[in-house]
Structures are given as C-alpha cells and as structure tokens.
C-alpha cells in the first residue's frame, strides 16, 4: 500500500497502481515500474523550471477553485504533474461555494522516482564539457 496506492481525485477514495502491482508480483520485488513507462517530455519539461520539482514536495501544495481545462500554450506545472499522475488530491476543503484542493506525491513510487529524475537531470545539465574518449 506504501509503495502503490494513493491516488485520488477526491481525497477520500484511493485507488492503487494495478501496473505496477501486477509487476511487484511477477518479479516478487518492489520497483518503479509505472514511472518507467512514462514518457520523459513531461519531465523534461518541468525539468526547466526547477522550482517545479521542488514545490512537489512542499507540504502545502494546493490551488483553489474547479480544474482549469489544460492549455497546451500556458501549462500550470502544478496540474500538469497531477494529471499525469506525480501529484495527487491529498484532501479538500470548501468554504461556501469556493473549494480547495490540497496535493502531495502519492506513494513512494512517484517520491523515489521523481528524486531519481531529480538527479539524474542534475548531473546531466551540471556537466557542461563533453566525455572524453577513452583510449
């Protein structure tokens, strides 16, 4: 449950990753496995706006109002990775007519991978000079 469940478009009801855990019982071993089926533009892209990566993590994520329809020449980082499935409805709250939906990363999964992407873009925009061939 740690490591696959946790999404939720409510934050009442959660549902568990059924890819990644028919692929636990397969290869009787937790791993990443739905991340690595996902295509790299999504994080390619928010990859360019690091504060993106970073705000994932903070503990009050969240935006107010209904989902706004996603348009593809002004993208919100923030509900693009919820859609794709990085963020989920962790809890709302309404106040009278105006509703609030706060975020988190839904399992351990999505945290390890997301650190591993982190990383990974790190040590590959930090080395600016080429590899040097080996004799």
Known sequence: MKWYNGYSWDGKFQVLNHLSVLKFFERKR???????TCSSLLTSRVANNTDAYFKIFDKNLSFDGSFPEMDLNN?????????AGYL???STTENGPDKFYNLK?????????IRLELL???FVTSNTEPAKKLP
């Open 88 to 90: 989920t409805v962790a």
């Open 30 to 36: 937790f791993g990443n496995y739905w991340c690595r």
């Open 105 to 113: 990363v839904p399992n351990t999964e999505i945290r390890d991978s």
């Open 120 to 122: 990974a873009d790190f």
């Open 75 to 83: 993208l919100n980082d923030t509900l693009l990775l919820m859609q």
